[in-house]
């Protein structure tokens, strides 16, 4: 049974639209499959380790082939942990709402300490950069506070879908599908609640598949 890794990116808790849009969909997926292996992960409470100086000098050091201090590689081992536990997964659900066009800088944080070569990617010159975390399926509930059509000028605004998605394909995952609410704010709670029952209806069809 495939072990699948749920990524909270709000801190709303149940007032966020993209977590109870994401927990639809957890919800239909575990009543698809009973017994399934379901890891809730909220990046606004986890201990996600720095990613500062000792962590960025081991990181460098390993890159180039140079010894790690003591204190190096003890930063080093809070970040191999947490890519061990989200390689361990083969699903992925995220929760992501729109900050500043962006996604919330607790999430960019995760990634940052997740996107590392030779654990989540490579680079060879011959072959430029491969992903290493291959074979995996992905579902994220997107929500922003405004509305971002494709073909309009606002979707040249978001920063967090072509983001999440092109930083998830670097690390090597292609099965990728989402849900946007929006806007959940900007036409006021009546249309926020209408697009988030659709979108939570939309999701739940989309987890019997997943
Ligand atoms: C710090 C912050 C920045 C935000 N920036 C944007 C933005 O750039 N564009 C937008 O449409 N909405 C923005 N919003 C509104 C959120 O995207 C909206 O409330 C969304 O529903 C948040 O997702 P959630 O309900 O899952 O927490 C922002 C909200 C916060 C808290």
Do not use: C
Not at 123 to 140: C, H, N
């Amino acid at each position: 049974m495939s072990k699948l890794l749920y990524i909270q990116a709000s801190p709303r808790a149940d007032r966020s639209y993209s977590r109870k849009v994401a927990d639809s969909f957890v919800e239909a997926y575990r009543e698809k499959h009973r017994g399934a292996e379901i890891l809730t992960v909220d990046i606004f409470k986890k201990d996600l380790p720095p990613f500062d100086g000792e962590a960025l000098n081991a990181k460098y050091r390993i890159l180039h082939g140079e010894k790690l201090t003591e204190a190096e590689r003890k930063s080093w081992r809070a970040v191999e942990a947490l890519i061990a536990e989200f390689t361990a997964a083969e699903k992925y659900v995220f929760a992501v709402p729109m900050w500043n066009f962006g996604i919330p800088y607790r999430l960019k944080q995760y990634l940052d300490i997740l996107v590392q070569p030779t654990y989540t990617f490579s680079y060879t010159p011959e072959e430029g950069y491969k992903g290493l975390v291959t074979d995996r399926s992905v579902f994220v509930a997107y929500a922003r506070g405004g509305a971002y059509p494709a073909g309009t000028d606002a979707a040249g605004y978001d920063f967090q879908k072509p983001y999440l998605e092109t930083i998830l394909g670097f690390m090597g995952m292609s099965d990728i599908h989402s849900v946007v609410v929006e806007p959940t704010l900007q036409e006021g709670p009546d249309t926020g609640k209408v697009k988030r029952d659709e979108a939570i209806a939309k999701a739940r069809e989309m987890a019997v598949r997943f």
